[in-house]
């Protein structure tokens, strides 16, 4: 059985441009949930994947957008990046919810 | 506005003694509940999850306590090990909702 995997582990990018960032979810499962982490903080929701509909988003702006995949994989993008999207991105993805909530290892977003 | 506070930033407990860490709440719609490990360079590891039905879960040397009136879970880890030493997140979730909301976290050094 393999577990969540997220690509790529780090990325450098200029404010301004954009980013795609990849999860696949584990095996079985079949919704993704976005998180950022920022130095020093928990994560934050930022929005769920669930049979290749958006289930639900937090307190993001509209650039933060993603896709799902109808293998369950998804997309996180985020256009005109900003200094501060700077963070953690944490892929989860589950069968029911809250039962077998499993993280990928996260990409690291540096803007500058 | 943070739902789930650990107040705590750092803990450091001598190898073989009781670390417990402590996550308070404030949304009473609460009813699940996890404790996740996070290494450096890592994406969380589920601990340990506890359901309002109870008060009390464990799993070897890990026990949650949930105290529902006072809107207040802790962990309990017996004994320490130097492995234990990383960042703890506790997370919380509604029955209706579709995300977790953490706290941001407690650094446990254990001392050889």
């Known amino acids: 059985e393999t577990g969540v995997t997220q690509s790529p582990t780090h990325l450098i990018k200029t404010r301004g441009q954009q980013v795609t960032l990849r999860c696949s979810s584990q095996?079985?499962?079949?919704?993704v949930s976005w998180y950022q982490q920022a130095l020093g903080q928990g994560p934050q929701f930022i929005f769920q994947?669930?049979?290749?509909?958006?289930?639900g988003r937090g307190n993001f702006p509209p650039r933060f957008s993603g896709l799902q995949f109808p293998n369950y994989s998804s997309e996180l993008n985020v256009n005109a990046l900003e200094l501060d999207d700077s963070a953690l991105y944490l892929c989860?993805?589950?069968?029911?919810?809250?039962?077998?909530?499993?993280f990928g290892s996260g990409t690291r977003l540096t803007v500058v | 506005d943070q739902q789930v506070k650990q107040n705590s930033p750092s803990l450091s407990v001598q190898e073989g003694r009781i670390s417990i860490l402590n996550c308070d709440y404030t949304?009473?719609?609460?009813?699940?509940f996890l404790w996740y490990k996070k290494y450096p360079a890592e994406g969380p590891t589920f601990l340990i999850s506890?359901?309002?039905?109870?008060d009390k879960n464990e799993d070897g040397r890990f026990t949650v306590f949930l105290n529902k009136s006072a809107k207040h879970l802790s962990l309990h880890i017996v004994p320490s090990q130097p492995g234990d030493s990383a960042v703890y997140f506790c997370?919380?979730?509604?029955?209706?909702?579709?995300?977790?909301?953490f706290g941001t976290g407690t650094s446990l050094t254990v001392i050889p």
């Open positions: 095996s079985g499962h079949n919704t």
């Open positions: 989860a993805s589950s069968n029911n919810r809250g039962q077998d909530y499993t």
């Open positions: 997370a919380a979730s509604t029955v209706t909702g579709n995300q977790f909301y």
């Open positions: 949304n009473s719609m609460f009813d699940y």
């Open positions: 506890i359901s309002s039905i109870k």
């Open positions: 994947y669930y049979r290749e509909e958006e289930n």
